[in-house]
């Protein structure tokens, strides 16, 4: 019963939050905002050089970490600071380049790693809402490589990227799970164009268009067609580090809002004592643990069976959903008027808590998981 | 109210309405665009002209004289048919105000101003640190000959930005004690003195705004009724039947919207609209809809009956707003992933961008974070829940 | 705009408000659950006397009344005084007879206006749950009328009924709206046989056992196979009824509990001081008043075409059964212990009003259906 | 604690069961049945017998000096079996107080005798005016000689019916404000002017009971510790440890139980375990679950690495009883119009009546019912709350 908390990763913790709280804040991620990657170069050198990013990747290509833990680790902390810069695309674009690539393609991690450069996975599409599965994008096989065609949608830090992993359809039907394969494309390939924004939240991604991008056989990220199961497993990594990103949120939104509710008087006293709050006070603070201990299982379960590690998965982010958005929409209302205004910090956390729910699944989606893997169990 | 032919009038409505509006308008609502000062000014002028504009005043003033249903009929058309709300501080607050309280110049003066649109007041209650508690309001106006001089600052001042004049409780009486010692000022904002420091929102959107006062000079005859007699007028508001405190229109218009797009949104190859779970939601505050709805008429008849409504609109503030935010909530879901994208920006006028997702994703987001703020302001939920523990339930 | 409130119904619910006030106290409940029939034959009578089983039927079969607005303003005193007298399926079974009868089949509602017969109509199955065109015991037509085999179950005031209206199948698949009939069946009827019991909020049921039933060609009420859409129709009278005696105990239980938080003593204070209990309270007084929309809604449609009517319904109960729900376990647990005791009245409300949920569709049920009368619209 | 082989722990626990476990208990406790008094004694003398009677005493006194790891696997293979519960007033809340507090005489007298059955205790600390605010505690013991002589009344005392011992609070101190003035005193129920009457409860059910105290001569000897200090030591049950605050096992075998039901419940023509909704439902609150688990278990971690727990328990016990109503809710709403009859008498013992609707249906309102009071006795969900709000946020 460690529940992950080794004397390193609580190092790695104090270190990153050390970090976070001298060099970030919260008028920095308006400034951010107006910027066309949304994020800060400097913090994410400064990422980099503390060996954050390397913390999510494992020895064998060039990090030092990896593990369930170590990611839950670093993104709780990630979100307690509100960062924005793209971590969570990183994860995943390099997840599937760490577990699939051959030596020349795990060659671009290294400076990925070092912070030199940005990653992304195009995977989402038009239609696709939040169903791995659902690739319509083409890749046409030909005598030098393939040709992609198809559109990509909401692709994390896809304005910034300096390389994107894309899946495309070699065979099968829209929605089946076979047949998916992996290209490591540049952003500058012809024909594939980008039209790039701000996310609400912070940090940049695109929606990206294919228009016959020909790329040489050595893109193919994997064997051909069979990329689901990396897919999979790295979204499982993903959302588990986006559960403990929205821990930290939690965490800070209700820090905040208590320390409101000292401070703020009404009626002749801080409004802290008036009853009705501090009871729903208490409700948040029991979801914020309930939510700790959702992430606890999906990080402990990460290196597992397939069927256990993605029920955790779905049910961590089904019930991170869940008491995000009351943690959110309470830390808000309890604030009153000053907790909308976005010179505050608790806007960026309520706002973060509630998009998070749109990245990687929703609580309905992984609910509907949940069921499902349960009958397969 | 049983002469009114309800019918008849829910058809001309919607003959008007079809006509009135102008495509840009139109399109601007239905996509969640913001409203320039122009499109009010513009809409309000087409309502002026046709003599809708102020529904709630009577006839002798410029109003409608409508019933309450005539109201509902009207409000629930006019939202199905993406036309823009009116701008409420001048015409559902200031106008009643002065209608009850003004005096004859006042009334002769202010009246007209505010249907032809020469006048675009705002409201001046909050303060930084009274919100909900008015007897820690600050602003104060003293009397210095025939003019008072005001100093302090409001915020949360909606559509300030766009105002000439002002409405505010302001403390005339430093030594009194709560809700007294306060007076009820009408400011012109163009006086000397007074500045408008927009605020921004989590949703991006400046619809509020901080307002000073540094020795800002009021003649006294701004002055409503007596001099610290304030929160009197003020209060009148709250238990007056105020128009469309339910929003009934709003939800019943956001509520098909979200269900045209739950149609469109595919879900494992099916319309989201038939996935069992979300379909559930929809129905559940369709259900609560339709009852709030008579809620909303009952109390109406209620006033028409000549009794007092009072906590009723309490209710009706807690409730409506409720189920607004649920229909907001359920629509920022129905949109999936382009809940994510700032996109709304790529929409607005002056911008050349292309639209990001399908066109009714785009204000999702803003809006529902936007409106977490109908539980806030206007009294919060939490506010109302007191006076209605306190006056009805005798707690 | 008058919601019903006629001058005429405000006597009717005067005077039976008056009526149960004087005559139906707390502890008389608990004595009628020790009896077969776990109802008042005294009560019984007044009601007659007073008109109010009257006042559910039309003067055409000899009743004063019979609208949606009589209906809703008799049950909801019922639902004030918490009784637990069969109105319901004298309602129910009687509306049907009134609806198809022939003259000698109508001729048995007189002594049930009058309070002397007890009737009660035996649709429900072991396997049909709230699904009303479940119907799978069968009418096997003879030479002298019909043979009648199956078995109905939770039948109200079946332990008490004198005379049973039976559905069974006489064509048609087990959840075939068409294909229904009813027959009048006198609860002696050779190889009719009950299991008798109490139910847990009042009054009686039965389990009833068909075994071979023979009834005369009279027996048959209205056409053959075709009575889905009377059934239908009653349904909707009876849910509409069972709605407004929800509403009527939700405002006893609020009424009692607003009560008990300003007496109860606790910390020196009444608990009703407190400002968390408040805010709930208010929230009970809220579902109070969308539940009685909800009623008005119903009833003002139970004369209108079908597909409104059954959506209003439909939206009634559906509503109902969630703020009923919420009420009943909100007033218990702000009364604390006393709330549960069977002594004390909160306990009969609050039972009743889960209980209600059960009975002619629960919530969930209800939901589905207002969706698919969406579909439909 | 990581010396002990979990799984064989467990496979040694299944086994226990499986052979222990008669089938007149087991089937009990699968339809909700009524226990009686002797079903108890048989229970607690099996469990005596194998020395699991007391999971969580030191080895010293009788217990079985498991950890908190072997204690939770302990508890859901017991609920999967469908072993009775525990009676807790004595091995659980008397057992512990006289561990910390007792003297030597009466750990010697009492301890064995909750072991062996001979006593039965049960627990007096709620009075009519006095439920979570022991401030107003009424029940007075004068000190006469060698004796206390105690006068008032105890309420919602589950089990006294049985008992033959009660620990109970009592004022000794008449001038003391608050908590103090209060002493911790043990009655032998079978002394002159002790009198138990039965509380009916809405589910039908005859578990608690007043317990009137007239005129009761108690000897010295049986106040535990520091006249006037008995609040501490109350107190200390409240922030120390409690076996199965958080109900994971009996949250966890009912879970399993509904799944089942859910699966012969037939909506539509397809089990009610397919319906989307219930399906989610029940989805849900497995979910919550599986993170209470995880909770408990970082509590009992933080407990052996020496920690104090304290506000965990309030939140255990908020949560914990939440999901157990929970799945009580939806038991009863999946047994659809079956949860209306009264028919878990017809299954009781010496009762020939034949059952009505499937077997699982009998208790499933009954248990809904009667578990309201999970979120009410042992301090209720309010008074959690506040202790939360005071201890941890500050507030």
Redesign the interface.
């Known amino acids: 019963m460690q529940f992950g908390d080794t004397e390193d990763r609580r190092m790695l913790s104090d270190m990153l939050r050390r970090f976070l709280a001298e060099n970030y804040a919260n008028d920095m991620r308006s400034k951010l905002a107006e910027t066309q990657s949304g994020f800060s170069a400097e913090i994410w050198a400064g990422l980099a050089e503390l060996g954050i990013i390397g913390a999510l990747f494992s020895e064998e290509v060039g990090g030092f970490g990896g593990a369930g833990f170590d990611i839950s680790t670093v993104f709780e902390e990630l979100g307690r600071a509100g960062t924005v810069e793209p971590l969570l695309d990183t994860l995943y674009a390099g997840g599937l380049i760490a577990d699939l690539g051959d030596e020349a393609q795990k060659e671009l991690l290294a400076p990925v790693i070092a912070g030199e450069k940005q990653i992304a996975f195009a995977h989402g599409e038009p239609g696709s809402r939040y169903d791995l599965s659902h690739v319509e994008t083409h890749a046409a096989q030909t005598a030098a490589g393939f040709t992609l065609t198809g559109a990509k949608s909401v692709v994390g830090n896809g304005a910034a990227a300096d390389t994107i992993v894309v899946s495309a359809r070699t065979s099968g039907e829209v929605r089946d799970a076979n047949g998916i394969s992996l290209f490591v494309v540049p952003v500058n390939a012809k024909g594939l164009s980008r039209k790039p924004y701000a996310k609400l939240d912070g940090g940049n991604a695109a929606e990206i268009a294919l228009d016959g991008v020909e790329v040489p056989s050595s893109a193919l990220l994997g064997p051909l067609g069979c990329a689901f199961d990396a897919i999979e497993f790295r979204a499982a990594s993903a959302i588990t580090a986006i559960c403990a990103e929205a821990l930290g949120a939690m965490e800070q939104a209700k820090d905040l809002t208590v320390e409101y509710l000292k401070t703020r008087q009404q009626f002749g006293r801080p409004i802290g004592k008036f009853q009705a709050l501090q009871h729903r006070m208490v409700e948040i603070l029991i979801d914020v643990e309930q939510a700790r201990s959702a992430v606890i299982n999906a990080a402990d379960h990460l290196e597992g069976d397939r069927l256990t590690r993605e029920r955790m998965v779905s049910a961590a982010k089904n019930l991170i959903g869940r008491t995000g958005r009351r943690i959110s929409e309470e830390c808000v209302q309890m604030h009153g008027g000053i907790g909308m205004t976005e010179e505050y910090a608790l806007s960026h956390f309520a706002r973060r808590l509630i998009l998070i729910d749109h990245v990687l699944g929703d609580a309905d989606h992984h609910l509907e998981r949940f069921i499902a893997l349960g009958k397969s169990a | 109210?049983s002469s009114v032919d309800y019918d008849a009038f829910r058809t001309e409505v919607k003959a008007f309405l079809a006509n009135a509006l102008s495509e840009n308008l139109k399109e601007k609502i239905r996509l969640g665009l913001p409203m320039t000062k122009a499109d009010h000014e513009e809409w309000h002028a087409i309502l002026n002209d046709k003599g809708w504009l102020a529904v709630n005043w009577p006839v002798e003033y410029g109003g409608t004289g409508w019933d309450g249903?005539q109201r509902q009929i009207y409000e629930i058309e006019a939202c199905l048919a993406n036309a823009p709300r009116v701008v409420p501080f001048g015409l559902a607050m200031m106008g009643p105000i002065l209608q009850k309280f003004g005096n004859d110049t006042q009334k002769a003066y202010f009246l007209p101003r505010i249907l032809n649109g020469e006048h675009w007041w705002c409201q001046g209650y909050?303060e930084p640190?009274a919100?909900?508690?008015l007897?820690?309001l600050k602003t104060k106006a003293v009397r210095d000959g025939d003019h008072y001089v005001v100093n302090g600052q409001k915020?949360?001042t909606t559509l300030a930005q766009h105002a000439n004049w002002i409405f505010c409780l302001v403390r005339t009486d430093p030594n009194a004690k709560k809700q007294e010692g306060i007076s009820f000022l009408l400011i012109d904002m163009t006086t000397p003195g007074v500045e408008v420091r927009p605020?921004?929102?989590?949703d991006?959107d400046c619809e509020?705004n901080e307002v000073w006062f540094d020795n800002v000079r009021v003649p006294v005859e701004n002055l409503i009724g007596e001099e610290n007699e304030g929160w009197t007028y003020a209060k009148y508001l709250l238990t007056h039947e105020r128009t469309n405190i339910a929003g009934v229109g709003f939800s019943n218009a956001n509520l098909i919207a979200l269900k045209a797009i739950a149609q469109k949104?595919?879900?494992?190859?099916q319309p989201l609209a038939d996935?069992?779970?979300?379909?559930?939601r929809m129905?559940?505050v369709?259900?609560?809809l339709?009852?709030?709805?008579?809620?909303n008429?009952?109390t109406?008849?209620k006033v028409?009956s000549g009794q007092a409504p009072g906590v009723e609109s309490s209710?009706l503030k807690?409730?409506g707003t409720e189920i607004r935010q649920e229909i907001d909530?359920l629509t920022?879901?129905a949109v999936?992933?382009?809940?994510?994208?700032?996109?709304l920006d790529?929409l607005a006028e002056g911008n050349n961008?292309?639209q990001?997702?399908p066109d009714y994703a785009a204000s999702a987001?803003?809006k529902?974070?936007n409106n977490?703020?109908l539980?806030?302001?206007g009294g919060?939920?939490?506010v109302?829940?007191?006076i209605?523990?306190k006056s009805?339930?005798?707690?």
């Open positions: 109210m249903m909050s640190g919100g909900s508690d007897a820690s915020t949360w605020i921004e929102l989590l991006g509020v949104e595919q879900l494992n190859g996935n069992p779970r979300f379909a559930a129905a559940e369709e259900i609560d339709m009852a709030m709805a008579t809620t008429l009952r109406i008849a028409a209710m807690i409730k909530d920022r879901r999936g992933p382009y809940a994510v994208p700032k996109s790529a961008n292309e990001i997702g987001s803003v529902y974070f977490r703020k539980t806030i302001f919060s939920t939490e109302q829940r007191s209605i523990s009805v339930l005798g707690l």
